[in-house]
Every structure is written in structure tokens, then in C-alpha cells.
């Protein structure tokens, strides 16, 4: 229940208790309370209050039939951001996938920006991705508030696979997003700024204008003079998450946006933690392989398998890792 349902409810209930109709169905001999027009007038007003939640539909859901899902579906999402005065509205979807969506919100000015992405997932999330335990190995279980599970029947829950299990699983997935990005926007890395997360949504900075987002690398064509550049800023941002024991784990030209000669990397539910995932370089390579072919057509030249030696080899030695 939503903090509006629960003010709905509560106003009901106030209703029904102490309302002029159960004052006159008590019974006859009970001693009536002296009227107090001030504060029936108050509780008038109280009830009439308005605080926008109940009423207000973004103008990308005012487009959509009132019974088609997405409707009532990005609603709920972004309630939440609405009333804490992040987001103003919701102008348009910008990217639709199996795991998420992804629409261009207008910014209250009180957050300092003049666009908000927000990246709605889909409950049904985990479907999609396969072969998801290799990304997950090492991974310190957390809750919906991010605080690492202790409880062994939380835990057998989640690595269980019950209905709690899955539900508290695909919020690690968001909460992991979440917070890779914020530690790597902090270390310097090129990443959309994070503003806010509730539940399965994720408020960061767009990347674009208001006549539409940046594109991913795989949308465009490089001029041979800049991809020199930004291949090696693409390794760069590769270092700095292995310096904070990251791996992308599903870095491409997919998830690499491209605006105004520079680039962003986005999409991190599936990172891995270097330390304790023992798959962790095979992932690295993989990673530095999709974003070497893709430059290769641009004329860079690289080895991807020596790129990902140098770049482990150092790390491991330092970490202790075999």
C-alpha cells in the first residue's frame, strides 16, 4: 500500500469513527461532545487537501489508453520521485527492452538538472538474463534496502529461489546498478550521474536534449580521428572499475552512449566483483573483445587478449588473486 493509499484509508477510517452520522447512531443517553465548527471546518480542509499523488499522470501516460498496461505502470514508478520533487513529469519512452524501460523525465530544478532518465525494470526482469549465477558469484546478498542479508532463512530464500527469494534477488540486481554507478560517477568514471533509486526504478542524468537521448556506439558510424580517442577512454573506464574491483560484465557498443565526441557507459546490474568471482577474467576479456571488434571497423587496431593481461595481471598480483 502506497503512502496515498494509506492517507485514503486513514481518512476513511476518521470518517467513519467520529463522523456526525456515528454521533447520531450512538447511543441516546451518551453525552454529546460540544460542536466545534473551527475544527470541523479543519478536518474539511484536511480532507479536500490535495498533494498532487492521486491526481497526477505524466503527460507520456496522458497519451496512452487508460487500460493499456504501461500506462498505470509508469505511474507507480515515478510516483514516488514526483513527491519527492525530482522529476516534474514524463515526456516520452526513449529506449523499450526485455529488462527495462527507459523514458526522458523533465527535472525539478531543485535537483540541479534540466533532464532526468528513468529506468523502469520490468518484474520479470530475471527471465531474461541467463546463465545468471556466473555474474552473481562473490556477491554479498543484500535486501530491498541494500544492507547485506545475514539471516540464513533470507539467504536459503534467495538462493532458493521462493517467491520471496525472487522478488528480494531482482531488487539486488537494481540495488547492484545503483550502487556500482554511484561509486563509479564518484571515482571519476563516465557514467551518468545517479540521482535516486525506489524500488524497481532508477533515476540518472540524461544523456541527450530535449529533442532526443544520445545514442548507443552501435547506432552510429565514428570518424576514423575520434576512435582512436575514445577507444582508449573505453579502456580507461575499464581500469577504473578493476581499481574498485568491478567488471562491467556485459560491456559492448550496446551499452556505450554516444554524445557531443563523448562517451558514457551505462547498464550495470550484472557487474561482477573481481575479487571473488572466479570467473572474473574471462568476463574481462569478453568485455574488452565486443569493444575492440566493434572499434576495429573504425580502423583501431588492438589485441584484446594482451589488453586484458595487462590490465588483470597487475590487478591480481596486487589482490592476491591466483
Same mark, same amino acid.
Request: a negative charge; proline letters at 4%.
Given at each position: 500500500?502506497?503512502?496515498?493509499?494509506?492517507?485514503?484509508?486513514?481518512?476513511?477510517?476518521?470518517?467513519?469513527?467520529?463522523?456526525?452520522?456515528?454521533?447520531?447512531?450512538?447511543d441516546?443517553?451518551?453525552?454529546?461532545?460540544?460542536?466545534?465548527?473551527?475544527?470541523?471546518?479543519k478536518?474539511?480542509?484536511?480532507?479536500?487537501?490535495?498533494?498532487g499523488?492521486?491526481?497526477?499522470i505524466?503527460?507520456?501516460?496522458?497519451?496512452?489508453?487508460?487500460?493499456?498496461?504501461?500506462?498505470?505502470?509508469?505511474?507507480?514508478?515515478?510516483?514516488?520521485?514526483?513527491?519527492?520533487?525530482?522529476?516534474?513529469?514524463?515526456?516520452?519512452?526513449?529506449?523499450?527492452?526485455?529488462?527495462?524501460?527507459?523514458?526522458?523525465?523533465?527535472?525539478?530544478?531543485?535537483?540541479?538538472?534540466?533532464?532526468?532518465?528513468a529506468?523502469?525494470?520490468?518484474?520479470?526482469?530475471?527471465?531474461?538474463?541467463?546463465?545468471?549465477?556466473?555474474?552473481?558469484?562473490?556477491?554479498?546478498?543484500?535486501?530491498?534496502?541494500?544492507?547485506?542479508?545475514?539471516?540464513s532463512?533470507?539467504?536459503?530464500?534467495?538462493?532458493?529461489?521462493?517467491?520471496?527469494?525472487?522478488?528480494?534477488?531482482?531488487?539486488?540486481?537494481?540495488?547492484?546498478?545503483?550502487?556500482?554507478?554511484?561509486?563509479?560517477?564518484?571515482?571519476?568514471?563516465?557514467v551518468?550521474?545517479?540521482?535516486?533509486q525506489?524500488?524497481?526504478?532508477?533515476?540518472?542524468?540524461f544523456?541527450?536534449?530535449?529533442?532526443?537521448?544520445?545514442?548507443?556506439? !552501435?547506432e552510429?558510424? %565514428? *570518424?576514423? #580521428?575520434?576512435?582512436? /580517442?575514445?577507444? @582508449?577512454?573505453?579502456?580507461?573506464?575499464?581500469?577504473?572499475?578493476?581499481?574498485?574491483?568491478?567488471?562491467?560484465?556485459?560491456?559492448?557498443?550496446?551499452?556505450?552512449?554516444?554524445?557531443?565526441?563523448?562517451?558514457?557507459?551505462?547498464?550495470?546490474p550484472?557487474?561482477?566483483?573481481a575479487r571473488?568471482n572466479?570467473?572474473?577474467?574471462?568476463?574481462?576479456?569478453?568485455?574488452?573483445?565486443?569493444?575492440?571488434?566493434?572499434?576495429?571497423?573504425?580502423?583501431?587496431?588492438? !589485441?584484446?587478449?594482451? %589488453? *586484458?593481461? #595487462?590490465?588483470?595481471? /597487475?590487478?591480481? @598480483?596486487?589482490?592476491?588473486?591466483?
Amino acid at each position: 500500500m502506497n503512502m496515498s493509499e494509506q492517507y485514503d484509508l486513514y481518512a476513511e477510517y476518521e470518517e467513519f469513527d467520529n463522523g456526525r452520522s456515528t454521533h447520531r447512531n450512538r447511543d441516546r443517553w451518551t453525552t454529546k461532545p460540544k460542536q466545534n465548527k473551527h475544527a470541523d471546518n479543519k478536518q474539511e480542509e484536511v480532507l479536500a487537501m490535495d498533494d498532487g499523488i492521486t491526481t497526477w499522470i505524466p503527460t507520456y501516460a496522458q497519451n496512452l489508453d487508460p487500460l493499456h498496461h504501461e500506462r498505470q505502470w509508469v505511474i507507480n514508478a515515478v510516483a514516488h520521485f514526483y513527491q519527492e520533487n525530482i522529476i516534474t513529469d514524463v515526456t516520452r519512452r526513449v529506449k523499450g527492452g526485455k529488462e527495462a524501460n527507459v523514458y526522458a523525465c523533465v527535472a525539478n530544478p531543485a535537483s540541479g538538472l534540466e533532464w532526468i532518465a528513468a529506468k523502469l525494470y520490468r518484474e520479470r526482469m530475471l527471465r531474461s538474463l541467463k546463465n545468471d549465477a556466473v555474474y552473481k558469484v562473490g556477491r554479498t546478498i543484500r535486501d530491498r534496502e541494500g544492507k547485506q542479508v545475514r539471516n540464513s532463512r533470507e539467504r536459503r530464500a534467495i538462493i532458493n529461489k521462493s517467491g520471496y527469494g525472487q522478488e528480494a534477488d531482482f531488487m539486488m540486481w537494481v540495488g547492484t546498478e545503483f550502487r556500482t554507478q554511484t561509486l563509479l560517477y564518484e571515482a571519476g568514471a563516465d557514467v551518468p550521474k545517479p540521482v535516486a533509486q525506489h524500488g524497481h526504478s532508477i533515476l540518472m542524468e540524461f544523456i541527450g536534449d530535449e529533442y532526443g537521448a544520445a545514442p548507443a556506439l !552501435n547506432e552510429i558510424s %565514428l *570518424a576514423r #580521428d575520434e576512435a582512436g /580517442p575514445l577507444f @582508449q577512454r573505453v579502456m580507461e573506464n575499464v581500469e577504473i572499475m578493476l581499481d574498485h574491483h568491478l567488471i562491467h560484465g556485459d560491456l559492448s557498443a550496446y551499452n556505450i552512449l554516444y554524445w557531443q565526441g563523448d562517451i558514457w557507459l551505462i547498464d550495470f546490474p550484472q557487474a561482477v566483483e573481481a575479487r571473488a568471482n572466479p570467473h572474473a577474467y574471462d568476463i574481462l576479456e569478453r568485455d574488452i573483445t565486443r569493444v575492440s571488434e566493434y572499434f576495429s571497423r573504425f580502423g583501431v587496431d588492438s !589485441n584484446p587478449k594482451q %589488453l *586484458a593481461w #595487462d590490465l588483470w595481471h /597487475p590487478y591480481s @598480483q596486487k589482490e592476491g588473486i591466483e
